[in-house]
Nanobody, 125 residues
Framework: QLQLVESGGGLVQAGGSLRLACAAS????????LAWFRQAPGQEREFVSA????????FWSYSVKGRFTIPRDNTKNTVYLQMNSLKPEDTAIYYC??????????????????WGQGTQVTVSS
């Protein structure tokens, strides 16, 4: 079992930065790959970024690559989403998720994905 709690959302102007944090409780945090997803009003949830359990490989969607990073600190059971050069289209509820290797490629079919409650990010133009 993995419990995830996001924090750090808020309102920021376009071009600004925010750092989201996802704190996990439960055993064997480093055994879980972690990912961030987001869902804008009226749109489907979409993948943003992911990182492997040991933190050696990260992945990004095309829309955020080069602007977002996803560091994780296994000593603190926390994964972050550092968001730079924010755009109004980044406005969404951001969700942290954890699961097995590459779980983010097919979350609908995976019954062993853990989700946080989400945190709102609003980017004003």
């Amino acid at each position: 079992q993995l419990q995830l709690v996001e924090s750090g959302g808020g309102l920021v102007q376009a071009g600004g930065s925010l750092r989201l944090a996802c704190a996990a409780s439960g055993r064997s945090f480093s055994n879980y790959a972690l990912a961030w997803f987001r869902q804008a009003p009226g749109q489907e949830r979409e993948f943003v970024s992911a990182i492997t359990g040991n933190g050696d490989t990260a992945f990004w969607s095309y829309s955020v690559k080069g602007r977002f990073t996803i560091p994780r600190d296994n000593t603190k059971n926390t994964v972050y989403l550092q968001m730079n050069s924010l755009k109004p289209e980044d406005t969404a509820i951001y969700y942290c998720a954890g699961g097995g290797p590459y779980f983010w490629t097919n979350v609908r079919a995976d019954n062993n994905v853990y989700w946080g409650q989400g945190t709102q990010v609003t980017v004003s133009s």
